[in-house]
């Protein structure tokens, strides 16, 4: 049984950092992706950042130079560093994953079944 375990969200200022860790649990081998997603009351789950087994990322354009996504297949754990953060990055941030066929498939894809709980984060100014 796949398990998502998000940890990390809180309260930051502006400009601050903070690090996001999703502990995966249940998967018969290393070949899935996980992604980040977030959501903000009234508006649609968006994709902030991917990772697919073989390591490749993928960030939107939104946090693209700020936000840095790793994973250590050893602990099982997928982390997200949010650095330089926004008060528009506040939301409720959630892991997901997927198994793929290949390490090298795409993490930009839809069919991500495995969802966490949430972590909430909130930038103020």
């Known amino acids: 049984q796949v398990q998502l375990v998000e940890s990390g969200g809180g309260l930051v200022q502006v400009g601050g950092s903070l690090r996001l860790a999703c502990a995966a649990s249940?998967?018969?081998?290393?070949?899935?992706?996980v992604a980040w997603f977030r959501q903000v009351p009234g508006e649609e789950r968006a994709r902030v950042s991917c990772i697919n087994a073989a390591g490749t990322s993928y960030y939107s354009d939104s946090v693209q130079g700020r936000f840095i996504i790793s994973r250590d297949d050893a602990k099982k754990m997928v982390y997200l560093s949010m650095n330089s953060l926004k008060s528009e990055d506040t939301a409720v941030y959630y892991c997901a994953a997927r198994t793929t066929l290949s390490f090298r498939q795409t993490c930009v894809s839809h069919g991500y079944n495995y969802w966490g709980q949430g972590t909430p984060v909130t930038v103020s100014s």
């Open positions: 249940g998967f018969s081998s290393n070949k899935y992706a």
